[in-house]
């Protein structure tokens, strides 16, 4: 189950992407509720759902800004964002092959890991240069 929620601890102090993060707990506190009452299969078309929109949303605007400030981690960054799109096709596929309960485990355990080793470690690498040029 979902190891923390959001606390300014995991913030990056960069608004628009904080706000971009906070989506991402929001949609792994849904997933989390539904397994407790037993509804993570009819909650994980809509996890899924918003899933690729974070990730068109906020996969596009840190490129956008990598390749505006000219981030040298550019290419290693981009390269975790599609790891997650494809390990989040897997899951779909998964999913809409035979919907049941341990996909959502696997879906939760999967995004809790990329808060704590991507959200947590890998985006605070950039926070001196978006700092630097006043990303808000």
Sequence with gaps: MSKFGWN???ALGIESIDREHQKLFEMIDQLQKAM???QSSSALGQIF???IDYTNNH???EARLFEELGYENRAAHL???DLFTDKMAVLKSQ???QSNFMIGVDVMN???DWLI???MGEDRKYLPLFNKNGVK
């Design 79 to 81: 390269a975790k964002h």
């Design 110 to 112: 999967f995004l809790n």
């Design 36 to 38: 407790t009452k037993g």
């Design 117 to 119: 080793e991507h959200v």
């Design 49 to 51: 759902a918003g899933l």
């Design 59 to 61: 996969f596009g605007h």
């Design 95 to 97: 999913f809409d092959a």
């Design 8 to 10: 300014e601890k995991m």
